[in-house]
């Protein structure tokens, strides 16, 4: 456990110092610890990108960029004589969090056996493969916090530190929320905090357990977090740095899960309602080519990993380059929505394709995925429910909240009524948008409570938080208590290299090398988990796949009659 802890502590050292670095030369304010150490983590991610174009994320690598940020925080600290207090305050308390949610926890499953792991491993043994996508096709849904994970990689961690980044992001989300709440200036609550308490409590309901996280935990609680950021501006002017800091955001949601490009709709009104008057001086700005540099890295990358600039969209591919798969491309595109929809419960005898359409998916879905949505929802309806039902009925007195600033609630209105339509029309599973359904209900229970007259004390929901927090705190306990004394390799930390084996030591005998004329093709993993093992790895073959070299990349490519 004080492995855990020291290194995550480390960890959250070089990820603070990377945001400082990224705040200092590109927005001008300051902002709290914990938002740099979200920066950091996702920052990293991008130099992670931008690197493997030309090297593998190897030990070596990572270790020069690792002892080099906390370089940075210790010489940045004694530069500018800043009181370094609250930030190693806040580390400790992130990294204790972070540690208890990571010890002893299951990894994501299937998903981090299938291509989570496999992918990071490919990350740390290769640089950029282009047409990956043809070994494993879900090598084409990989997320920006696999970077940072395989980034993470160094010769202190080792393996573990691919651990870390995915459970920091989580935490420092949600202890961000927490600690805006406990700081919080105003005695009486107002609509910021309402909205504030609204995020914190739909965040630690539902992303409280590691093996949960995934790809897309990280994602919706950057969409909750973009939009209390958009909403805390009804208390000041808006600024270009401002709209900057949500377009960053924004970049995040998407570059974590493709379907988050509507998130970009938030900066986009807002510069339109408030800065549109100053368009070229955006324009000009070296913000907006920083932004343009991370845009096309993340592209280009998409684009030689599947041929796509948004896999699997079949529009945004280039279906001129060798290693694009058209029938693989165009079959996971449909298959995608059809599964989101519940395809594989329906009774019905219609292609995916079909199903997918015209509503035909609705009754199996509403019997089946409905359901289970509605069950994760009930407890934060019933704090939503409560809340409002407390602060209508407790008012002494009838004060009406005022909005500084109306247009901001209709930008997060438009925002989240046009996330929810396209998440519930192409994708309504839950853990894919689940920020978008839960941003939904806050903003518009906040808006609702706009209209009601409410003078209430914020004295009596520090008391609820602090037993929500009790009561997630008791659950990870019991959970760790229960696997206390287990034994595997590298306990008390997450299982990397085996679901079935007991000892979780790396099982050489799943793994057999595909060769194709003599040649190393991949491997393949009997059990179909590659897990954190050689790489590449997937657990099924194309026969028709080929490999060549350009200029010492390799490319993967599925051979047709115009290129046999």
Not at 206 to 228: E, K, T, V
Request: hydrophobic share 50%; net charge positive; charged share 15%.
């Amino acid at each position: 456990m004080l492995e855990l802890i020291f290194f995550c502590v480390l960890s959250s050292f070089s990820y603070f110092a990377a945001g400082q670095i990224f705040f200092n030369k590109t927005l001008n304010f300051q902002v709290d610890p914990i938002v740099s150490i979200i920066f950091g983590i996702l920052i990293l991610g991008f130099v992670g990108i931008f690197l493997n174009f030309f090297f593998p994320l190897n030990l070596f690598i990572n270790t020069f960029i690792f002892f080099g940020l906390l370089f940075y925080f210790f010489w940045d600290q004694y530069k500018n004589n800043i009181n370094i207090k609250k930030i190693v305050i806040t580390i400790l308390a992130i990294s204790a969090i972070t540690s208890i949610t990571l010890c002893l926890s299951n990894i994501n499953r299937p998903d981090a056996g299938l291509y989570h792991l496999p992918f990071t491993k490919l990350l740390n043994e290769s640089k950029i493969i282009l047409g990956s996508s043809n070994i494993h096709f879900r090598f084409g849904h990989t997320s920006l916090i696999q970077y940072s994970n395989a980034i993470n990689l160094n010769i202190l961690f080792r393996e573990k530190g691919i651990l870390i980044p995915q459970g920091l992001l989580i935490v420092s989300i949600i202890y961000y929320f927490g600690t805006k709440i406990f700081r919080y200036h105003e005695e009486k609550i107002d609509l910021n905090f309402i909205l504030l308490f609204f995020c914190f409590s739909f965040s630690i309901l539902n992303y409280n357990r590691y093996s949960s996280f995934g790809n897309d935990a990280g994602a919706n609680l950057l969409f909750l977090l973009l939009i209390y950021k958009t909403f805390d501006l009804v208390k000041k002017d808006i600024s270009i740095d401002d709209i900057f800091f949500l377009s960053f955001i924004s970049l995040f949601c998407f570059a974590q899960k493709s379907f988050f490009i509507v998130s970009f709709i938030i900066p986009f009104l807002i510069f339109i309602y408030f800065h549109k008057k100053n368009f070229l001086l955006i324009i000009k700005s070296k913000k907006t080519l920083f932004l343009i540099f991370l845009v096309s890295i993340l592209f280009i990358k998409n684009i030689l990993i599947s041929g796509c600039a948004i896999f699997p969209a079949d529009k945004t591919c280039f279906k001129n380059l060798s290693w694009y798969n058209n029938i693989s491309t165009t079959k996971e595109e449909v298959m995608a929505e059809a599964w989101a929809k519940d395809w594989i419960n329906s009774n019905q005898k219609l292609s995916p394709e079909k199903y997918s359409q015209n509503f035909n998916w609705f009754k199996t879905w509403s019997d089946n995925h409905g359901v289970i949505i509605l069950k994760k929802l009930i407890p934060f309806l019933f704090i939503v429910f409560f809340f409002i039902t407390y602060v209508f009925i407790s008012s002494k007195k009838k004060i009406r909240s005022k909005l500084n600033n109306k247009k901001i609630f209709i930008i997060l209105i438009i925002t989240c009524a046009i996330s929810l339509c396209f998440w519930f029309i192409k994708f309504p599973i839950y853990r894919y948008g689940s920020g978008v359904v839960g941003g939904s209900i806050i903003i518009f229970s906040t808006y609702l409570l706009s209209k009601i007259n409410y003078d209430v004390s914020k004295k009596f929901f520090f008391i609820f938080i602090l037993i929500l927090i009790f009561g997630i705190l008791v659950k990870n306990s019991i959970r760790i208590y229960k696997k206390v004394g287990s034994n595997y390799f590298q306990y008390p930390w997450p299982k990397i290299y085996s679901l079935s084996n007991p000892i979780n030591e790396l099982n050489k005998t799943n793994f057999i090398k595909y060769n194709l004329n003599g040649e190393f093709m991949f491997y393949t993993a009997k059990d179909g988990y590659c897990m954190y093992g050689p790489a590449p790895c997937t657990y099924y073959i194309d026969k028709t796949i080929s490999k060549k070299n350009i200029y010492g990349y390799n490319v993967f490519f599925i051979k047709t009659t115009s290129n046999k």
